[in-house]
Each structure stands twice: as C-alpha cells, then as structure tokens.
C-alpha cells in the first residue's frame, strides 16, 4: 500500500471520529494560527472545549518528543507564520514543534 493511500484512509478515519463541533472550527480555528507573544503557537488555556478535548485525545503535544516526527514534517500540517501552523486533522492551529498520534510523513 502506498504511503497516499495510507495518509488518505488515516485522515478518512481521523475525520469520521470528530465531533461535528470540529469542523465548525474550521473557520474560528484560522484566528488561532499564529504564534503568540510567547512564541507558543497552541495555548491549552485559550481554546475552547471542543478543540481542546481533539488535541487530548490525540494527545497533541506542543514539543515532538522526536523531532524528526513533528508537526512541520507532518503531511497534515501547512505553516503559517512564526513557526505556527494549521492541522488538517484538528482543523486548527499546531506548533510545528508539535506532534500527535496522528502524525503522518509528508509525501
Ligand atoms: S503531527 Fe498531529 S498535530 Fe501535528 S500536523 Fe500532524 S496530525 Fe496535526
């Protein structure tokens, strides 16, 4: 199987499992993709309920624990400005520091 496939059928089954809330963050979660005065591109205090909890389940940190697996050598991540980002998968922001059990080599 070839790794678009893989990446296709991951994102297919990462979108059924989101609550529709999620997706209707697609638009308010543009706002937040930049980085802050603090250079912290997601602050967990300052999202809401719904995005907060995508970002927990998938268990989102805002530092890779291998940063050749973060979020800026993620295919679903398209940056932004100051090392910030937007996720397909959350349909918001992500520090491309970042990573989730979600990642996926870009292809
Ligand atoms: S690693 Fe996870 S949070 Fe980062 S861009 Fe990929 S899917 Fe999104």
């Known amino acids: 199987m070839e790794s678009k496939d893989i990446t296709r059928r991951v994102l297919l089954e990462r ?5 529709f809330a ?4 697609l638009a308010a979660g543009s706002s937040q993709v930049k980085a802050a005065d603090d250079g912290v591109c ?3 205090e300052n999202l809401d309920a719904g995005q907060r909890s995508i970002r927990q389940s998938l268990e989102y ?7 050749s697996m973060n979020c ?3 295919g679903f991540f398209t940056p932004t ?3 910030c980002g937007s996720c397909l998968i959350f349909s918001g922001v992500a520090d491309g520091r970042g990573w989730c059990v979600s990642w996926s ?3």
Do not use: I, T
């Not at 999620?22 to 963050?25: K, N």
């Not at 940190?61 to 940063?67: K, R, T």
């Open 15 to 19: 979108s059924a499992k989101l609550p």
């Open 22 to 25: 999620g997706f209707l963050m």
């Open 42 to 44: 997601v602050d967990f």
């Open 61 to 67: 940190v805002n530092v890779a624990p291998d940063e």
């Open 72 to 74: 800026e050598k993620c």
């Open 81 to 83: 400005e100051g090392g």
């Open 105 to 107: 080599p870009k292809s």
